[in-house]
């Protein structure tokens, strides 16, 4: 059984910067497909970005371009959220995901194991 641990989570004003961390155990981390999602206050979740297991190509929201960037570390079992220059909008819980067919994807469906969340909140 996969599981993923988040954190690097907090409160943060807008402008700042935050680096969101999850690390995976249980599993062939290098083989999978990992990604982020977000879920604000009454709304859906929401896909923000992906990193391909093969050649670590990346997708992203078009709300997040240009200012977060996922990366992976497969020696160490940990994808990461680099977050900069966030907005208010960007206040959600942030759930990392394995794709363990390691396909390219962006729907929630496609996600096998998911995370408990860490909570960013971005101040006006």
């Known amino acids: 059984q996969v599981q993923l641990i988040e954190s690097g989570g907090g409160l943060v004003q807008a402008g700042g910067s935050l680096r969101l961390s999850c690390v995976a155990s249980?599993?062939?981390?290098?083989?999978?497909?990992m990604g982020w999602f977000r879920q604000a206050p009454g709304k859906e979740r929401e896909f923000v970005a992906t990193i391909y297991w093969s050649s670590g190509s990346t997708s992203y929201a078009d709300s997040v371009k240009g200012r977060f960037t996922i990366s992976r570390d497969d020696a160490k079992n940990t994808v990461l959220l680099q977050m900069n220059n966030l907005k208010p909008e960007d206040t959600a819980v942030y759930f990392c995901?394995?794709?363990?067919?390691?396909?390219?994807?962006?729907?929630?469906?496609?996600?096998?194991?998911w995370g408990q969340g860490t909570q960013v909140t971005v101040s006006s």
């Open positions: 995901a394995a794709d363990y067919l390691g396909r390219v994807s962006t729907r929630i469906q496609s996600y096998d194991y």
């Open positions: 249980g599993g062939t981390f290098s083989r999978y497909t």
